[in-house]
């Protein structure tokens, strides 16, 4: 892999405390189609260190370096605080048009494997996301993967329809999106999300789902609380004799 412009921009943390925000994020329908987007953040300060010297960075370049088809994607540039952010989105109308796009499973690609499956009204999407950066760093690189693993965020995100019934993620965002947390030290990571269309809307979300055993906990806690006051109520009105 040959991603020397990421490389040299993970470089600049030694002088100052410079962002990158790597991201993958799907939109998923039940029928398989939806959009995918590649997005890459920097802040104003790597983006004035790279460019000071006569340099560009060229987030077409950088896509390309990732296995992107650039020619068909659209990449769109936006500002968020001091973040630059550009995303590179294409739409699918099949999921294995999606993985031609993102060039799933070849050697340049952030994602190694990906599959989407619906059986009646279960839909399963499974993949493997590999970030893994230090077999690119030269042994004489004046920092280390612990150190630019610092200055470096790394997420996939997924919507799908239905209530999320199973999955691996991490988190889940105000959207209400299914969040994967990565980090250099930790780059290579399973995805899972399995959701039923035929539960009602009403149902759990995703973020229920995840928090649910959470909510059990507390409500065994309060009945437990409950329980003992009025125990101790009882004792106190009909003390032993």
């Not at 001091?82 to 799933?104: G, H, I, M, P, Y």
Request: hydrophobic share 45%; glycine share 8%; with cysteine.
């Amino acid at each position: 892999m040959k991603r020397s412009l990421v490389l040299l921009a993970t470089f600049v943390v030694i002088l100052s405390a410079c962002k990158l925000e790597i991201g993958v994020e799907m939109q998923i329908e039940a029928d398989g189609s939806g959009s995918g987007t590649f997005v890459l953040s920097v802040d104003d300060q790597m983006r004035d260190v790279i460019e000071q010297d006569g340099r560009t960075l060229d987030p077409e370049e950088i896509f390309a370096r990732f296995g992107i088809d650039t020619s068909a994607v659209t990449i769109t540039e936006t500002r968020d605080g001091d973040f630059t952010r550009w995303n590179a989105t294409a739409a699918f109308s099949t999921f294995e048009e999606l993985k031609t796009l993102f060039a799933v499973g070849s050697e340049l690609s952030a994602i190694k494997e990906a599959s989407f499956e619906r059986v009646n009204n279960e839909l399963t999407l499974t993949g493997l996301i590999d970030m893994n950066l230090e077999s690119e760093i030269p042994a004489n690189a004046p920092v280390g993967i612990e150190t630019i693993a610092q200055f470096i965020t790394i997420t996939a995100v997924v919507d799908m329809p239905g209530t999320i019934v199973d999955t691996n993620a991490d988190r889940v965002d105000d959207q209400g999106r299914l969040v994967w947390d990565f980090t250099l030290l930790e780059p290579r990571r399973s995805i899972l999300a399995i959701s039923d269309l035929e539960t009602p809307s009403s149902g759990p979300s995703a973020a229920g789902y995840i928090g649910g055993g959470i909510g059990v906990v507390a409500a065994i806690i309060a009945l437990f609380a409950l329980w003992r006051r009025r125990r101790s109520t009882r004792a106190d009105e009909h003390p032993a004799t």
